[in-house]
């Protein structure tokens, strides 16, 4: 299940867009400042940010721009009236990956952010591994690798969240019986069944670096 923020200040229309994604299985958290969107994106994990572009305290162009130089590469997806399109220009620099008008059919904003998340998220490559993000397949040279369960949706967080550190509090999320012990023991057998090199963020976590 694709998880979204969405930070959206009209609360009669963020909860009909939440409602939307929720019927076509989406995990939709709705905020109403940038502020705290820019919290909630610091410390949680998400498939693709969904923003309107005037919002209070922090206007979604210093969102974007923010997350973009620490390194968040989380696509982002605009919801914009008519009169905003000229500051748009912006936002394509900053990495903006697709918008929409308002007004708008549901139906084709599901669409059109299912597109984006796909593109996004359905096959990455990584040095001679490729992943298919969809089913959670790790294959080497076309052949699949044996992982467990658990290893795959690690090695999702990390390959998600590539150069990133990832906290050992994200991680318990993924694991039956989460403790800093078992950690250990399944980024140990990532290593060595990917032959891949994940770092310690000492203190915080861990990191699969960028090639």
Request: no cysteine.
């Amino acid at each position: 299940m694709s998880r979204i923020l969405l930070l959206e200040d009209d609360t009669v229309l963020s909860q009909s867009m939440k409602n939307a994604l929720q019927l076509d299985n989406f995990d939709v958290v709705v905020t109403n400042d940038g502020k705290e969107a820019f919290k909630r994106a610091t410390n949680e994990q998400f498939d693709l940010y969904l923003l309107d572009v005037n919002t209070p305290y922090f206007e979604s162009f210093d969102f974007l721009e923010q997350i973009r130089k620490d390194g968040d590469r989380t696509p982002a997806f605009f919801v914009t009236a008519l009169v905003d399109l000229g500051s748009l220009s912006r936002t394509f620099d900053t990495g903006i990956d697709e918008y929409i008008k308002k007004p708008f059919e549901m139906n084709e904003l599901i669409v059109r952010i299912a597109s984006v998340i796909k593109k996004r998220y359905d096959f990455l490559e990584y040095g001679n591994l490729s992943y298919d993000s969809l089913n959670k397949r790790v294959l080497i040279n076309s052949k699949e690798i044996n992982l467990t369960h658990v290893e795959r949706h690690i090695f999702d967080l990390m390959i998600r969240n590539l150069d990133q550190n990832i906290s050992k509090e994200q991680f318990f999320t993924v694991m039956e019986r989460p403790s800093e012990m078992a950690l250990r023991v399944h980024i140990n057998k990532l290593k060595h069944k990917l032959n891949i090199s994940i770092k310690n963020a000492r203190g915080i976590g861990y990191r699969l670096e960028k090639l």
